[in-house]
Each structure stands twice: as structure tokens, then as C-alpha cells.
């Protein structure tokens, strides 16, 4: 089982900045993969930003060049840099694990959710 902890949503203008940050406990050693999705009302949850544990990452494209994932595997947490602000960027967005073990083969892992409000 793997635990994840966001923080750092909150409330910024247009063209502003925020850096979210997940902190993963329990069986990290299993983790594969880590990520921000988010959720904007009304639409589906959406894939922000990933990073393998090679280090290899993605986005979406509606964040390349003002978002950046990063990972600091001693802290076992994950950022999401957020630079450029949109209001289209609004949502509440979930850190994500993926996670492999023997027993329960690859599972997927969600955080609570942090809200992030852009406002014009």
C-alpha cells in the first residue's frame, strides 16, 4: 500500500505561480511511476504531468513549457511547478502513484486532492 500527501494548492492570479508537492510513505520501494492529474467541475480527470523512476517524464500539452515535474527520491515526494497560470488551469488536482508488487500485481495510488484557482 502506498500513502500519498498533496500540498501547495491554493488561490493565484492569472500569470502566477504555485508548486504543488506529494509526499509518498508506506511501501515506496514498489512505485514505478508518479504523476499529477486533475479535475476540472464537470469534465474528466486528466493526466498532468508524469515521471518514471528512470527519470523520463510527461505532459499534457496544455501545460508544456509552464509546468515541470520533478522528483526528490530521498524526500520520497514529487513536485508539479506551475508558472504562467491559466484559468483554464482551475481544478483539483491528484498526486498519483503506480505501484507494483508480487501480491497485488500494479495498482494505482491517489492523494486526497488539492484545489488550485486561477482567477482572471
Known amino acids: 500500500q502506498v500513502q500519498l500527501v498533496e500540498s501547495g494548492g491554493g488561490l493565484v492570479q492569472a500569470g502566477g505561480s504555485l508548486r504543488l508537492s506529494c509526499v509518498a510513505s508506506?511501501?515506496?520501494?514498489?512505485?514505478?511511476?508518479m504523476g499529477w492529474y486533475r479535475q476540472a467541475p464537470g469534465k474528466q480527470r486528466e493526466l498532468v504531468a508524469g515521471?518514471?523512476?528512470?527519470?523520463?517524464?510527461n505532459y499534457a500539452d496544455s501545460v508544456k513549457g509552464r509546468f515541470t515535474i520533478s522528483r526528490d527520491n530521498a524526500k520520497n515526494t514529487v513536485f508539479l511547478q506551475m508558472h504562467s497560470l491559466k484559468p483554464e488551469d482551475t481544478a483539483v488536482y491528484y498526486c498519483?502513484?503506480?505501484?507494483?508488487?508480487?501480491?497485488?500485481?500494479?495498482?494505482?495510488?491517489w492523494g486526497q486532492g488539492t484545489q488550485v484557482t486561477v482567477s482572471s
Open positions: 508506506g511501501s515506496i520501494f514498489s512505485i514505478n511511476r
Open positions: 515521471i518514471l523512476n528512470g527519470g523520463n517524464t
Open positions: 498519483h502513484a503506480g505501484a507494483w508488487s508480487a501480491r497485488l500485481g500494479q495498482n494505482d495510488y
